[in-house]
């Protein structure tokens, strides 16, 4: 070995070692993007090579064992430039164990993670759904037909601890120009229903922290005008607990939500008669403003929620204070 100082390198047998290191870096360079090439024309010609059908069953089985539910899809497009995704039309997802549709949507496109998608896994980074409806239901027992048995208190439900991690594997999540149908169908003195229309919702989950950034607004047309309501705030482990991914040990989902709701030009006999008994005063009348701050968490049974610095205008009477409903 010696030295070169015309080169300015070390040389051992008429070889450069300088070079011998940048080939090493050069083969090694070749080899990843040998193989990231193979990953992609395997996926370009994945349709031709096993057919549309078997693309579309792949990608829908693997979303209907993501949230536990059953799934009907007009078609299923794979994406692959710029970003891999997956674009889906006329999307409905159904009630667990029921035909009943939960949510259902124009267009769903979700961006995928390519090292997973390798391993015949289907996982996604970011979300966007278009004109969607969801449907709220509470039968008449008073289970919800979204995350009904962690709800009521009945213990860890497997489905939904899968499909909390697989949603705080997306790192966005954003719904546009949606509908949401609310159906209580547990009140005695009848079937109660609230549609709100022009939903806007963003979801960001911030995985290092172990929490994620809610925004949602809506807009309900009554008697009284165009109401609107919006919410904002953080959902988070409830309890200083850590949200398990893909947890298999049967451990509750326990979260918990703090942030700040408001509602203008509310129709308060509208409102009244959806939460509250029947018949409703007649001399209950007006419309209200609000702002609160709310936070919802697990209780003893269910959920709580308790709102806190409350301002409230009522034609001309003004409120404040505080409020808790379990």
């Not at 278009?130 to 009904?148: A, M, Q, V, Y």
């Not at 809610?214 to 009554?222: I, K």
């Amino acid at each position: 070995m010696r030295y070169s100082q015309k080169r300015g390198e070390f040389t051992h047998r008429g070889r450069s070692i300088q070079g011998a290191g940048v080939v090493r870096t050069r083969v090694a360079v070749a080899l990843m993007v040998i193989l990231l090439i193979g990953g992609v024309g395997f996926l370009m010609f994945s349709t031709s090579l096993t057919g549309d059908d078997y693309v579309k069953d792949f990608f829908l089985q693997q979303l209907e064992q993501s949230i536990g539910r059953k799934i009907d899809v007009h078609r299923i497009k794979l994406v692959l430039f710029p970003r891999i995704r997956l674009e889906l039309t006329q999307v409905a997802i159904h009630d667990r164990n029921s035909d009943d549709v939960l949510l259902s949507a124009k267009k769903l496109d979700l961006v995928l993670r390519f090292l997973p998608l390798l391993r015949k896994q289907v996982v996604g980074k970011r979300l966007l759904i278009e004109e969607p409806t969801l449907t709220l239901r509470r039968d008449r027992s008073g289970h919800w037909n979204l995350f009904d048995q962690v709800a009521q208190g009945k213990g860890a439900d497997p489905d939904a601890i899968q499909t909390v991690g697989r949603i705080f594997h997306i790192r966005e999540a954003t719904l546009v120009n949606g509908t949401l149908v609310i159906i209580d169908e547990s009140r005695p003195d009848g079937t109660r229903s609230m549609t709100f229309e022009s939903v806007e919702a963003s979801l960001v989950v911030k995985e290092e922290q172990r929490q994620a950034d809610l925004r949602v607004s809506a807009g309900h047309a009554g008697d009284k005008g165009l109401s609107a309501v919006s919410l904002a705030g953080t959902i988070s482990a409830a309890q200083r607990q850590t949200l398990a991914i893909d947890n298999p040990s049967g451990l509750p989902v326990t979260l918990q939500f703090e942030g700040i709701f408001e509602a203008a030009n509310l129709n308060l006999r509208e409102a009244a008669d959806f939460l509250g008994p029947r018949p409703v005063p007649d001399q209950l009348q007006g419309v209200l403003n609000m702002r609160s701050q709310v936070r919802a968490m697990p209780g003893v049974a269910g959920y709580d929620v308790v709102l806190s610095d409350l301002s409230a205008s009522l034609d001309q009477l003004k409120l404040s204070g505080q409020a808790s409903l379990s």
